[in-house]
């Protein structure tokens, strides 16, 4: 796991996730929103809640089609509560891929 300015972040893999992108997911209790950030280009991507409503914050469509953006809204429906609990430290990267399903 790579600590960046007090977050503890990591990076799924699309053969770990099911989704055609690598995915970031944040750990920290402090930070306001639970989110992920899907990849597309290196660290470049779009992010999405994983609380309430899924949603793309930005103009998911300018980076991924309408399929894309579904696949990746049923992958967090089927993984919410896993990812908010790694969100909130509850559980930590080794329980976090363990409990993941593919998309």
Known sequence: MKKWIGYDIDRLSPSTTGLNY???????????????KVLVDGDNGQI????????CVYECSLVFTESDIEQIKRWIE????TLLK????DIDTSDLVAKLQKI
Do not use: H, K, Q
Request: net charge neutral; no cysteine.
């Open 22 to 36: 690598s995915v970031l997911v944040v750990a920290n209790r402090y930070f306001d929103l639970p989110v992920i």
């Open 48 to 55: 999405f809640t994983i609380e309430g409503p899924v949603r």
């Open 78 to 81: 089927m993984n919410r509560e």
């Open 86 to 89: 790694y969100w909130s430290g």
